[in-house]
């Protein structure tokens, strides 16, 4: 949470930077593992499922749940995946504690088509390299993260055929604290 109260997510500075300039308001998101992320993604989806294994987390984060919110309690992440129609969210962030090559390849092998957000990429290169070979493309978002003073990575992975959707560049809005100069003289064609 940020002192001004604001509920931010334990994701890369650079990808939560990224991430609020796309638009995600007609959009749905699966969660594999649950926080604060959460609440912020309830603020720019549609529509957020998160699946949550801890039974205490449940029941305090449920208190708090917007009403776009589907949350489920599973024994184990891969059970709610495995019962999941994966292809019917445009997103699947990946934040879980759980193995994750074997998330990876269980989105391959289902042929998932939508955008993954895969947090603390550079701990899972083989995860990554799974999906890469199911013909995801990796953009790495290397920062630092709310409470913590090293540098990780949040990556977006995406087919070629959503590239251009995640690389919109009618932005939705700026990221705080960025400067913006709408009428930058460098920035208009002379004559």
């Not at 949350?71 to 879980?96: F, P, Q, R, T």
Request: proline share 3%; charged share 25%.
């Amino acid at each position: 949470m940020c002192s001004d109260s604001r509920v931010i997510p334990l994701l890369t500075n650079t990808f939560i930077n990224w991430f609020e300039t796309q638009h995600w308001k007609d959009k749905s998101l699966l969660e594999l593992g649950s926080g604060s992320s959460t609440l912020f993604f309830a603020k720019y989806f549609k529509e957020v499922c998160s699946l949550e294994t801890n039974q205490d987390w449940f029941t305090r984060l449920s208190e708090v749940l917007p009403l776009n919110v589907e949350y489920k309690k599973v024994d184990i992440i891969m059970d709610g995946l495995n019962s999941a129609d994966i292809n019917s969210y445009d997103a699947i962030l990946l934040d879980c504690g759980e193995n994750r090559a074997n998330i990876a390849k269980v989105l391959a092998e289902r042929s998932y088509d939508g955008i993954i957000f895969f947090d603390n990429s550079e701990w899972y290169r083989h995860s990554i390299k799974i999906l890469n070979s199911s013909g995801f493309f990796e953009i790495p978002f290397f920062g630092v993260k709310p409470v913590e003073n090293w540098v990780s990575c949040t990556s977006v992975l995406a087919k070629e055929s959503n590239l251009n959707e995640i690389t919109n560049s009618n932005w939705e809005k700026l990221p705080e604290f960025a400067g913006y100069h709408p009428r930058n003289a460098w920035d208009i064609v002379d004559g």
